[in-house]
């Protein structure tokens, strides 16, 4: 499967994006979807991730009550809500598939990787 994300920008601390990553390919709904950032100079960390149906999510502490992650099988994409944003929000985000059974929530579960979409939270 191949990934292509979009929606990143330049947003005012307290407001809100939407990534959008769309997949390539068939089966889409056979793959776990995640989405990791990585911060300047630092390194790549979990954000959130969904299951095959879109019926369960799991949410870094840092995202959590702020961000919404959900997908739509039949366009073949996942989404990113990004609400409430803060300056330490801002990372060039990547969404990442898998065929696992079961969410994942390190970057090693994840065999395929979007090219990452920048966000930049102003204070």
């Known amino acids: 499967v191949q990934l292509q994300a979009s929606g990143g920008g330049l947003v005012q601390a307290g407001g809100s994006l939407t990534l959008s990553c769309a997949a390539s390919g068939r089966a889409f709904s056979d793959y776990i979807m995640g989405w990791f950032r990585q911060a300047p100079g630092k390194e790549r960390e979990f954000v959130s991730t969904?299951?095959?149906?879109?019926?369960?999510?799991l949410y870094a502490d840092s995202v959590k009550g702020r961000f919404t992650i959900s997908r739509d099988n039949a366009e073949n994409t996942v989404y990113l809500q990004m609400n409430s944003l803060k300056p330490e929000d801002t990372a060039v985000y990547y969404c990442?598939?898998?065929?696992?059974?079961?969410?994942?929530?390190?970057?090693?579960?994840?065999?395929?990787w979007g090219q990452g979409t920048l966000v930049t939270v102003s204070s």
């Open positions: 990442a598939a898998d065929k696992a059974q079961v969410m994942a929530v390190t970057e090693y579960e994840y065999r395929f």
């Open positions: 969904v299951n095959r149906s879109g019926g369960s999510t």
